[in-house]
Structures are given as structure tokens and as C-alpha cells.
């Protein structure tokens, strides 16, 4: 199906169908969105104001049978970093807009007279008074909704907190079941879509067309060559640690690194981490006959994702994954599974990003507004949110805000985006990443952790300090696997096995009819990040935005008693050229 | 006396006086502040965290028999803008600490075990255990401190929101019946202090020195000409615009010229304005027995100060200014005198800046909390913040900070700072000014008010966009005259009598010693500013931060329907060379 941009313009409430101008021809996920921010919307605009804009669009090989590559990513200026965001979610949402020919969906304007939602199927767009589910959770809406518009419809929309113009507000999606468990977290977007008047969006998959290609043969080669390379490697095979333990593996590995940060990054190693351990979870799961492996998607190989439910095996909350473990756990010194997955599930029924909410809850319990460890207090926590009152106010904002409010100055965030689970100060060049990617804290955009910490792609020491090119060549990479449409975690095979990455890049040829190569990747990568840090640069952002918060450069991390000492020059080094 | 510094050390609990620097010799007051906050606090630091430091400078005149010169400045850098800051507040505190021979006073540390009290005098410097004054509100504590420190000492302190680490907290400084309601308020700095461990500073004015003057007859020249101009000029004369109705007088004649901000800035004129105008207060306070004109230090010859009381005389809150009056009443829909005072005398009881507090109102009422005009409600919010509530919390950090909270995105703040009492659509210098001062929007930055709207110092059509120039000169004149240690509304007489000007810059070369003609005022100023501007940028401040808020070029103002429309270039070039 040929493919085509879809605008929708909530002000005037119409939707067109735009040819791809040749400039994006080549251009998906990540690469696209970002691109079409940086062209139309104006750096300097309010984020929740009428000029802002919110880009949804799928991955280059999404759609199609290549593994793994159920991604979507969604664009706009962030109203939690106050730059451009670029936030990826797996979901087969993203598989069917693909298959819909929507190369990519911007949506702009505010609506004027309440919610809408936006019914998308081969038939067109429909404009469908959304306001009936506004202020219900979520769990309840995505049924209400499957039951409505059918048990196979995919599922795009945003929580109570985002209606409310919460900077930690993410934009959800359905998982295979239809649960409202998969997320475009970060950043912020949701507010974003609430502010524009968007509340939800429904794929409709009756009679849903397939992807062209260009050139199905060679798409065919790469696709066997990368999934013979997930199948094989370690981390990524039938039998391997994401399917035998979910991302939660990681929790065992960097408190044993002495890199999992505990009670608001204080410390890296806790004993107690055990308890919440990926290890632990799938015993748990086992037990209480719960589902993993998992797909987050269909065609996915991997299957880090399950499904955790409560001892009963009730109340599915969808997948505990190692971040969100780990933000509402350890770092609020939380140390056990059915508390976490509780405050996961509300965070997932309201419609915020778990990373950030972890960390608002520890900066919270720093200001004394609870003690770490309390559990119980940081679900009434959650409950406030939910009803709006001025406590959940003050906490729907995300880390930055509630340091403010509470008057805490170690608030580990960057850009206004809060941390995710690897102290920079025992594990430096995710501290690299952090500080310089252009999307704030966020460690999916150059995951130094695979060489520092995994033994993956190389060998690296985590507590070196010289890893500005270590980081600059990841975020590169990571900006071209986010276009291709390829789940992060492809990375892991095709950064050890030759014949898997040049798979990766023949099923794009397949698709685009582009005879790109391995080496190209680099320079493609560069060009993403350029992109977005001019965004930036215009939305008034220095270099002194690509550093990390003071508290981490004057206070040592046990057990290695570690400052942040990463020079600002190797940071600064990750915008030139490579090095 | 010989002028020294004062180094104060919280941590340690010293306090060292240091010779003077030869390359600080000349400065004091606004030069003084900024240039020590420039060389010493690391631009990049937390406000709140370790490394700031907190600096207080009199004027170069200031403790001498020069007109309206009891003027202090407080440096530091701003935990509401991020950037540099100097607040300004004339108080015979600044006389005091001038005549102590304190050039300057750094505070710097923090203190490890609670609260401290400086006692400072001619026999040095000694900390007082300051936790027993903790929460209390300020009219009893400097009631307290007169009681226990003697009824002639000035002091200095910090309320119960600067405790709380409030972004909208100031410095409170005592008037001449020693009441806490003279304000160095903008910009955070009260948390600055309190975040050193800063809560009060008692001046013993017991056996006081003289200020030194290197030429007497030249100082006593100047002094003359500056009394004789002052008592000729219309506005600053003894039966002149600001004696017969202290700064209020503004209300009117800004609401007839239609930019007098009703309603968070929704429209610049409304009839109701009349009912807290100057000239009905005024008429108020004569009926009430309250007291009309008064200085707010000794040795002020314009005497725009007053005493505000209840109906019945009772209760004093000190002066009410045009700045608060408008916050805390058009702004928010309250057109009563009395109910505004009770605000006023609020925000003087908790250590509330005004203008930041009403501007604060006005956006939670357009986010919904309560209604335009409810002056009621309003005062309720001020016991929120006095009982510390999850609702006082989300309303002491500004403007900004409710916005956010609330998903409000007419907001009117520059680099986080409110404005004050001029809409910009409608008088287009003051938008040149809040938009480029280092300081966010501070109207006493670069008054353009005075020809724009005045006819003093020029005539210059308020709607006209051309005020680069305008702004860049009257900010320079600014940062001058804010070092000199004079009061602002001395720039009334200066602007139109040159001898005044003359007799200005003459009473500096008596204390100095200095030959400096008017002639370089223009260049000290650009210094000064230059200073300023480059802490910020090291800060992280771009252009995009000299900008005024989206909606301001979006909104049309009524009456005259006017959007912010001056160039950016415009606002760019107040930086370059003289144009």
C-alpha cells in the first residue's frame, strides 16, 4: 500500500491524506518524527499551546515480517524537557498503521469543544466525541473501548494526568491482550495530545492491507540473517536471559555492579535487591500462573515482556519491566513485587511514565513527605493523583517539579527528565548518554551499558571516565535501529554478530529500495541527533544543558565511593565529529 | 571608617573581614553584588545546594547625608530564574551596615545544625542560635528581635517560606518603625539565606561610625544639586505626584493609558481600577489616622513610603506599593483596598514577594482554583502557605510554578520571574526590558515607563516597537544608579534636570575620590550588565531566554488590541554596542 502522510488538524477537525514529500521518502520512526518536529514546529512555542504538534510515526521495516520491529515513535516538543522528544513504544499499533500506508500521523491544532477520538481504518478518519471517557482509568477504558469498537482494535490514547497538562504523562497502547500496558512514556506527550483535544485513537484492523516492498528478496536475506542472530546470541535467543528472566535480569547485574541506584541514587548495591530480582519475578509469575515469555507484539522473537498479576493471579497489570521495577522499587527502598506491581498498575491506569514517577516518589520521600520504604504511602501517593487533589498535583509533574516544590536539591535529572536504573556514577558512560542525548535522562538512546556492564559489543570499564566515544557511537546507532522500527534490544545481537547487523540493514534496503550499507549507519545516526539538537539549540538549550545534576559530581556513590568525573570536554566531544 | 568585606562562613561559623580587592574599590551596591556573585559562585551550581553564595552590598553613597540613598543590594544566584540576581530595597538597614564600614557582606556554606542568627556591630560579628524564631511570622519576630536586640536595631531576615526553600521568597527588611515590610523580594533570595542556614541579622547601631569621604566639598556640591533637583521635579517634589499618593499613583494613570494588567493580563483597562488607586488611598489613610507621606529610611526626601492600616487604625502593614496593589488586586480581579492590604500583609508575614504572589493568584485563578475576584479565597490560599499545605507548597514557588501545576499556559513570566505592573502589549519598552534584563521581568530594571508614559526623561509613544535603544540606555542608567546606592525615583529629576544628574554623579566622586563625569555612566552601565549577562549565558541563558511568553505575540490586548510585536531583533541588539 502505497504510503502517505496522515494530517489531522483538531482546530477545524479534518484529516488529509498528504503525499510523502521526497525529502522523507527514506526517513521512519524516529528519524521522521524528529524530523518533521524540527520543520514544523517553532522551537520556541509553549509545549501545552496551540503550536506544538504531536508526530506519530512507525519504523521503516515495521509492518512487515522483519523480527522484533513492532515500534513506534512519537514526536514533539516535550513538556517535560522544554525540547524535542522523540518517545518509543512497542506495540502492534504501530504494525497496523504501518499496514494502514501511515508513514506517519501529525496531529495539530487544539480542539475546541472537548475530547475527540479519532477512529483510523481503511475507510479514512472519523471524528468521534471523546468526551465520555474522560477521567477513567485506563484499564477499564481500553475495555470499554475494545468492546465498542471490536476485541481487535489497537489502542492509542492518554490517562486522566494528561488531561490534567501533567508533564509526566506518557501516551499508552494496547499490548496483545489489549491491556493499556504499553508505553510511549517519556516526555511528557500525553499532555501533549490532551492539550491538542486528542484523548484517544483506534485502528480499526478489518481488512487491513500489507506493506510494500521494494525489493522483497533482499528483505527476505536480511530478515534470515537477523533472526538467525537473535536466535543465537546470548542475551537475545529462545532460552535466553530476556526470555527467561524479562529486562528484570538487569536488576541482580547492576546491584552486583554496584550501579543500581537505591533510596533517591544513594547508594549502588543493596542486598535487598534480590527480592525484586528478574529471577525472583519469574518463579513468582510461575507460581502464580501468569504468563512469560511474552511478545509485546506479534512477530516479536525476543519475548522480554509477561504478564504479572496479583498472588491470586488477578488484576493483570501486563509486563514489569526492569525500569519500572526498579524506579518504584529500589529507589524508593521498596523491596517487594506485589507493592511495585501495584504502583505499576495505577501508574499505567492514570497514564504516567513509571520511570519518572519512581523518581518523584524518592525525591518526595527525601523531602520527608514519606519515609523510603513506604510502600503503602507511595500508593495513597498515587491515589491523590488520581483524584486530582493539590498532592497530586505537586507529583504529577515528575522529578524536577517535585524537588522544587519540596525543596530538594539532589534531584537526579537532565534536560528535566529524571534517570533511569544505572548510576552514571558507577556506570560513566550511560552518565555520557544521560547528559547528551537530546532527549534528557534516558538511557535507551546509547546503551554504554551493553560494553560496560553486559560484555556486549566489546568490552568497556564502567568506571572509566573516557567514554565520550563510546556513547557518541551508540547514540548514533540507536537513532538508526529507532528508524529502522527494530526493537533496542536487537541491538544486543547485531553489536556481536556481523551477518545479523548487515541483515538489519538489507531488510531496510528491502523495503525503501535503498542500497545503504553498514557503514552508512554512522553517518545516518549523526544526521538524526543533528536534527534534534539544532531543535534544541533553538528552544535555547547550551551545553550547560549536557550536564548532569551537581549532587552527583560532589557526592560519592558506595560501594565504589565514585563521584561523576567525566570531563566536560568528553561530553561536549559527543556533538563533534567521530572520534 | 575603612570599608572592608565580611565574610561570613556557615559551615564553619567564621566570619573574617578582608581588605578590600583594588578592583572592587569603586563598586558598591548592584556592581558590587553582581561582580562578587560572577567571580565567585560557580554559574552551573543549585541555587539551593552548597556552592551558592549569598552577597550583600550598600550603595557607593549609601550611609551618607545623600538624598534617598539608603539602598542595599542582595546578589546571589536566583532559584527562581536560574540566573544571576540582584534585589534592591531601601531600609536604613543599608545605612547601618554602610556605616559599619561593610563595603560588602558574603555569605557563603551551610550550616550543619539549624538556623543562626548574625549579630553584627562595631565589636564584630557573633552567631546566635536562630531556631527559636523558626516559623514564626515575621511582624512578631521583629517585634521579638526589637525586644530582645534593642528597639534601634535593623535587621534583616527570612520567613517561614524561605525555610520551606520557596523559589518566591525574599529578604525582609525592617521600615523605620521596625516592621518587617520592606522587601529585597525578588528572585528567591530568601532561599538562598535560608538554605545557608541564614535566618536573621540583627544590626547594632550602638556607638555607629561615620562613612568616609575622600572629597567632602565635592560630595557636599553634589548633594545639593540632587536635594534641589529632587524638591523642583514634578513627581519627586515635597507636594509631588509620589508624597501626595506614594507609588500608587500608577493605578490610574496606567489604566487610562490601557496597560494596567487586569485579570492575568486579559485586558489593560477597567473602570473598577479607580477603587484602589493612589489617590483613594490616599484618602483612606488620611481618614484612618495612618501616616502620609513617610520615608522608608532616613534621609529620603521623596517620601513615596506610608502606613497602611485596617479600618480602624489597627493592625499596620506598611506600605502598600502600586507593584503590590496591582498583584494582589486588579491582577486577580479584587478591586478592595482592605482585602488587598490583608494579602499584602500576608506575604510580609511569611516572606512573600508581591509581585511573584500575585501573579501567582491571577494564574491559579485562570487554572481554576477560584474565581477572578475572589479575594476571600484568595487570603485562604495565604493560610495554605503559612500552614505549609500540599496547597501552599504548589503557590510559593511563583508564577511559573502554578502554571505548571495546573496546565495553565498563560503564564507571564520571564526566565521564570513574573511581571510586574505594565502589560507589554501596550507599553512596549517595558516588554524590551523584562524581556533582556539579566534579572527576568523586572520593570525597575529600565524604567521605559518614565517617557513612555510620564513624559519624563522624553515623550515616546507607548505603542510604538522601537525601544531597543530606549531600554538599552534607561538599563545602563539603571545598573548605575542601583551601584550609586540611590533610590530609583531620584532617575525622575536626573532624566530632566542635568544639574540634578550632574550633582549625582558628584556626590559618588565625594566618596570615591573618582573624576567621573556623566558622560560614563552609560559605559559603567554596560559593564555592569555585560557582567551580569555573561554569569547567564555561563548559566545556560540564550536569546531564547530574552523573550517574552508566547501568548503575549498571540493575544491581542484590550482596550488598544495590541500584540507584543517589537522585532526579536530588537531585543537583540539592547546587547550590542550603543545604537
Known amino acids: 500500500m502505497q504510503r502517505r502522510i496522515l494530517r489531522v488538524n483538531m482546530t477545524n477537525r479534518t484529516a488529509t ?6 525529502d522523507y521518502r527514506t526517513l521512519g520512526g524516529r528519524g521522521l518524527t524528529s524530523t518533521i518536529v524540527a520543520d514544523e514546529v517553532p522551537p520556541d512555542c509553549h509545549p501545552l499551546g496551540p503550536n506544538n504538534k504531536l508526530v506519530f510515526a512507525p519504523g521503516i521495516v515495521t509492518g512487515t515480517s522483519a523480527p522484533s520491529s513492532g515500534r513506534l515513535s512519537v514526536g514533539g516538543k516535550s513538556p517535560l524537557t522544554g525540547g524535542i522528544k522523540e518517545s518509543n513504544v512497542g506495540s502492534r499499533f504501530a504494525q497496523t498503521l504501518a499496514r494502514l500506508g501511515i508513514q506517519a500521523m501529525i496531529v495539530e491544532g487544539q480542539a475546541k469543544d472537548g475530547y475527540q477520538l479519532l477512529k483510523i481504518g481503511t475507510e479514512g478518519v472519523e471524528f468521534v466525541d471523546g468526551r465520555r471517557w474522560s477521567g477513567k482509568g485506563l484499564y477499564q477504558a481500553y475495555e470499554d473501548l475494545r468492546s465498542e469498537f471490536g476485541e481487535d482494535a489497537d ?4 490517562g486522566v ?3 490534567r497538562s501533567a508533564t509526566n504523562s506518557g501516551l499508552v497502547f494496547n499490548d496483545p491482550e489489549g491491556r493499556s500496558s504499553r508505553y510511549a512514556g517519556r516526555g511528557g506527550l500525553g499532555a501533549v495530545a490532551a492539550s491538542r483535544g486528542l484523548k484517544f485513537i483506534v485502528l480499526d ?7 510494500d516492498y521494494e525489493d522483497k528478496e533482499t528483505f527476505d536475506r536480511g530478515r534470515q540473517k537477523l533472526v538467525n542472530g537473535l536466535r543465537q546470541h546470548d542475551v537475545t535467543k529462545p532460552d535466553g536471559a530476556l526470555a527467561s528472566y524479562g529486562t528484570n535480569v538487569l536488576i541482580n547485574i547492576l546491584n552486583e555492579a554496584g550501579g543500581l541506584p537505591h533510596r533517591n541514587f544513594s547508594t549502588g548495591r543493596e542486598e535487598l535487591a534480590e527480592l525484586v530480582s528478574g529471577e525472583r519475578k519469574a518463579e513468582l509469575i510461575k507460581q502464580r500462573g501468569g504468563t512469560r515469555p511474552h511478545a509485546c507484539h506479534p512477530g516479536c522473537i525476543i519475548r522480554c515482556s509477561e504478564i504479572w498479576t496479583k498472588e491470586n493471579g488477578k488484576d493483570p497489570v501486563g509486563v514489569l519491566e526492569y525500569e519500572s521495577v526498579w524506579a518504584l522499587g529500589p529507589n524508593c527502598g521498596i523491596y517487594d513485587l506485589d507493592l511495585i506491581g501495584e504502583l505499576n498498575r495505577a501508574c499505567n491506569d492514570l497514564g504516567l511514565d513509571t520511570i519518572e514517577m519512581g523518581n ?3 525525591v518526595a520521600m527525601e523531602g520527608g513527605l514519606l519515609e523510603f ?3 503503602e504511602g507511595a500508593l495513597q501517593l498515587m491515589e491523590e493523583i488520581r483524584n486530582g487533589t493539590p498532592q497530586g498535583l505537586m507529583l504529577m509533574h515528575g522529578a524536577k517539579f517535585a524537588g522544587t516544590a ?3 536539591t539532589r534531584v537526579p535529572v537532565v534536560k528535566g527528565q529524571a534517570m533511569p536504573a544505572y548510576d552514571p556514577r558507577a556506570v560513566k558512560g550511560m552518565g555520557v548518554t544521560y547528559a547528551t542525548t537530546p532527549m534528557g535522562a534516558d538511557h535507551t538512546a546509547g546503551y554504554t551499558v ?16 573516557d567514554k565520550g566515544a563510546l556513547s557518541q557511537s551508540l547514540q548514533r546507532a540507536t537513532a538508526v535501529i529507532d528508524s529502522a522500527g527494530y526493537c533496542l534490544f536487537t541491538a544486543f545481537a547485531v553489536l556481536d554478530i556481523p551477518e545479523a547487523l548487515e541483515g538489519m540493514v538489507e531488510t531496510v534496503n528491502g523495503v525503501l529500495g535503498t542500497s545503504l550499507t553498514v557503514d552508512d549507519i554512522d553517518g545516518l545516526g549523526k544526521k538524526i541527533l543533528d536534527v534534534e539538537r539544532q531543535f534544541n539549540k533553538k528552544a535555547g538549550f547550551t551545553d550547560v544543558d549536557d550536564r548532569l545534576p551537581e549532587f552527583m559530581r560532589l557526592e560519592k556513590l558506595p560501594p565504589h565511593d565514585q563521584v561523576f568525573d567525566v570531563a566536560d570536554r568528553q561530553l561536549d566531544q559527543v556533538f563533534e565529529e567521530n572520534h
Open 450 to 465: 551493553a560494553p560496560e556492564i553486559m560484555g556486549v559489543g566489546g568490552k568497556a570499564d564502567p568506571l572509566a571516565a
Open 373 to 375: 520504604g513506604d510502600g
Open 161 to 163: 494526568v494528561s488531561e
Open 406 to 408: 519540596l525543596g530538594v
Open 205 to 211: 484492523r478489518s481488512e487491513l492491507p500489507h506493506v
Open 360 to 362: 518523584t516518589i524518592a
Open 17 to 22: 491524506f498528504e503525499e510523502v514529500p521526497s
Open 155 to 158: 489502542i492509542c490514547g492518554v
